[in-house]
C-alpha cells in the first residue's frame, strides 16, 4: 500500500487512490472539480480510472493541505507555478488509449455475435 502500489498498475479506481493516498473517496471528488490538474478517465460505465499522475497529484495536494497548511486556493496557486504542459498530455493519451481500448472490445463483441 502506497507508492509501490502506484508503480505497479496504470490505471486505479477511486478506492484504489483512497486506499494508497489515505484520502476520502468524497474530497478525491471534490479536489478533483477544484483542481484542474486531476482528469480521471471516465468508463462508458461513468466509473473514473485515475492515472499516476492523477494519484501523484492527488499526493501533492494532500501535503500541501495537511502537511503544510495552505487553502485550497493556497494549493492551487502552488500547483500552478509548477504546472508542466506534459502533465496534461499523458491525460489526453490515457483517454485516447481508453477509447482506442473500447473500439476494440465492441470490435471484439461483434465479431463473437458472428
Avoid: C
Avoid at 507508492?3 to 478506492?15: H, M, R
Avoid at 461513468?46 to 495552505?70: A, C, F, N, Q, S
Avoid at 483517454?95 to 458472428?114: A, P
Amino acid at each position: 500500500m502506497g507508492l509501490e502500489e502506484i508503480e505497479q498498475k496504470d490505471y486505479f479506481s477511486i478506492g484504489d487512490v483512497k486506499r494508497i493516498t489515505g484520502v476520502p473517496e468524497y474530497s478525491v471528488r471534490y479536489w478533483e472539480s477544484e483542481f484542474n490538474l486531476i482528469r480521471p478517465i471516465r468508463l462508458e460505465s461513468g466509473h473514473r480510472r485515475y492515472t499516476k499522475e492523477d494519484v501523484y497529484t492527488i499526493l501533492k495536494i494532500k501535503d500541501l493541505i495537511y502537511k503544510h497548511k495552505l487553502t485550497l486556493e493556497g494549493a492551487k496557486k502552488q500547483l500552478n507555478k509548477y504546472q508542466f504542459p506534459s502533465q496534461n498530455k499523458s491525460a489526453t493519451t490515457a483517454r485516447t488509449d481508453v477509447k482506442l481500448l473500447t473500439e476494440i472490445k465492441e470490435t471484439l463483441e461483434d465479431l463473437l455475435k458472428e
